[in-house]
């Protein structure tokens, strides 16, 4: 019978850490979790995430738990936490595993990329256990929110209803979390809207241009065609007022001097302006 237990047991521990694999648990946290081996989690963990866990400390401070966005997700994450852990009769661990899932889907329905990691919340939980961390009633809003213990309800706001100065504008107090993060988002994307909006327009007046340039490419090409049939025209003009033959062609003259004639001087300067006159029309064109 306690052989058999020990069996279910183990099975029940392996599922547990598969589910935490996949939702992209630390080793440590395994560890932690299950009465399983360091070496038997390893094979279990590079089968299910096909490849190595990543290596490095888990975090220890509770300081990322306290700033701004954090503190609404892990917020949000032990409230869903610790009313499970009311209601529910399960093994601790499990009462992560579905708070995590419960918090992803809550934050996947408004849009909002979670950024609590199940290691991450696993801690959190741990942090509360230990009484470094605790929930404190909002005296504004009445939510509740991850503080340090000694911080005092009756003065206590929380980020959502007193958000920091770079957090966007125009939130009223008393609204729901979820409606205020919401809204955060919508803020946030219409500032990257906004942002965005100078490039958009540089972007269309850029393909606006580049039409135009298409169009100036073309008529440049039909300036170019006629330039260059100018051109042809000209030269041909240039050629037919040159002497038919060249100057190697002049016909050398047997002399013992091979001075040339005032004939061939004729037939070189005649050449040499037709050559002149081409020279000059190819600069003007
Ligand atoms: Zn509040």
Redesign the pocket.
């Known amino acids: 019978m306690a052989r058999t237990k020990r069996i279910v047991d183990e099975a029940r521990q392996i599922d547990t850490a598969v589910e935490l694999i996949q939702l992209g648990a630390r080793l440590q946290v395994l560890e932690a979790a299950t009465d399983m081996s360091y070496e038997r989690l390893l094979r279990l963990y590079k089968e299910v995430a096909g490849k190595s866990p990543s290596k490095g400390q888990l975090p220890f401070s509770t300081d990322w738990f306290m700033t701004w966005q954090p503190n609404i997700h892990a917020s949000l994450f032990l409230n869903i936490h610790e009313y499970l852990n009311k209601v529910a009769a399960m093994e601790e661990i499990d009462v992560v595993i579905k708070a995590y899932k419960l918090y992803m889907e809550q934050v996947g329905a408004q849009g909002i990329e979670p950024m609590l990691s199940i290691t991450r919340a696993w801690r959190l939980v741990k942090f509360v256990d230990n009484g470094m961390l605790t929930l404190t009633k ?6 509740h ?1 991850v503080t340090h213990p000694h911080e005092v309800a009756r003065h206590f ?6 958000p920091p100065a770079r957090a966007g504008k125009g939130r009223t ?2 609204a729901l ?1 979820r409606d205020a993060v919401a809204e955060e988002s919508i803020d946030l994307r219409t500032e990257l809207n906004a942002d965005l909006q100078p490039d958009l327009q540089a972007l269309a007046q850029t393909e606006a241009l580049a039409d135009d340039l298409d169009l100036a490419d073309e008529a440049l090409d039909i300036v170019h065609e006629r330039v260059q049939v100018k051109k042809a025209q000209r030269e041909r003009a240039a050629l037919a007022a040159t002497p038919s033959q060249p100057v190697r062609q002049i016909p050398v003259r047997k002399s013992a001097t091979l001075e040339p004639t005032r004939e061939d001087h004729a037939l070189a300067a005649k050449y040499l302006a037709g050559l002149g006159r081409v020279r000059v029309d190819q600069r003007s064109a």
């Not at 909002?138 to 939510?143: D, K, L, M, W, Y």
Request: glycine fraction near 24%; proline fraction near 0%; charged fraction near 5%.
């Open positions: 909002c005296s504004c809003c009445g939510g929110f706001t929380c980020g959502l209803c007193n107090a008393g979390k």
